[in-house]
């Protein structure tokens, strides 16, 4: 069954580093997002990604933030200089997109656990 | 606005049933629900659409009520394997847009054999 895969699976890095995770979300899907969620806390959208542009993004992303879809398969999320308060888990997730948002499903990917240090 | 959960936590032995509500502030166009393992993804568990449709999978449904813009996941006859964490995430625009879940802070739910 096809799935999300996310890289790496955790990440050490210094404060004020720049990291970029990376996601290859299903091969036929359409709509892509990150979402991120804090130890012990619920998931938080950050970002929706069609058609080579974002289309929706929360007050979380801000200017660190950045998505890119470099090739035909990799989606990633770039955090540019890391704050203490971005550890995280990170979530990337798509859907097909032949249904609206609210109809079509999301698969979650397994994460990628960020540690700022 | 996200939705709000209840309870915030369930402990249940093996066969019991359990209700889990989601309810939101803002009309609903639809309710996803996701569970959440320690340390793992949410898994996609269903979707409910406006429209009040019940739905279920395995031992697992839910139903949606459109008016009061809540939604509920009816857990029956609990396996220990449904321990974990339960999220509602809410669509609260119909269009086809690339709209993210807003989810609630999570039921945790406890199955003791």
């Known amino acids: 069954e096809p799935e999300v895969t996310q890289t790496p699976s955790h990440q050490v890095t210094q404060m004020g580093q720049e990291v970029i995770l990376r996601c290859v979300p299903i091969s036929n899907h359409l709509y892509f997002y990150w979402y991120r969620q804090i130890l012990g806390q619920k998931v938080e959208f950050l970002v929706s990604?069609?058609?080579?542009?974002?289309?929706?993004k929360s007050e979380i992303f801000d200017d660190q933030f950045s998505v890119e879809r470099p090739d035909g398969s990799n989606f990633t999320l770039k955090i540019r200089s890391t704050k203490l308060e971005d550890s995280a888990m990170y979530f990337c997730?798509?859907?097909?997109?032949?249904?609206?948002?609210?109809?079509?499903?999301?698969?979650f990917g397994p994460g990628t656990r960020l540690t700022v240090l | 606005q996200q939705p709000v959960q209840s309870p915030q936590a369930v402990i249940l032995r093996e066969g019991e049933d359990a209700v889990i509500n989601c309810s939101s502030s803002k009309a609903l166009y639809s309710v996803h629900w996701y569970r959440q393992k320690h340390g793992e993804a949410p898994v996609f568990l269903m979707i409910?659409?406006?429209?009040?449709e019940q739905k279920g999978h395995e031992k697992i449904s839910a139903s949606f009520n459109e008016k009061k813009q809540q939604s509920s996941l009816y857990l029956t006859a609990s396996q220990l394997s449904y321990s974990g964490t339960y999220f509602c995430?809410?669509?609260?625009?119909?269009?086809?847009?690339?709209?993210?879940?807003?989810f609630g802070k999570g039921t945790h739910l406890i199955i003791q054999p």
């Open positions: 997730a798509s859907r097909g997109g032949l249904a609206g948002a609210s109809t079509d499903t999301q698969y």
């Open positions: 995430g809410t669509v609260t625009y119909s269009g086809g847009g690339a709209d993210g879940l807003t």
């Open positions: 409910l659409l406006k429209g009040g």
């Open positions: 990604f069609y058609n080579n542009e974002i289309s929706e």
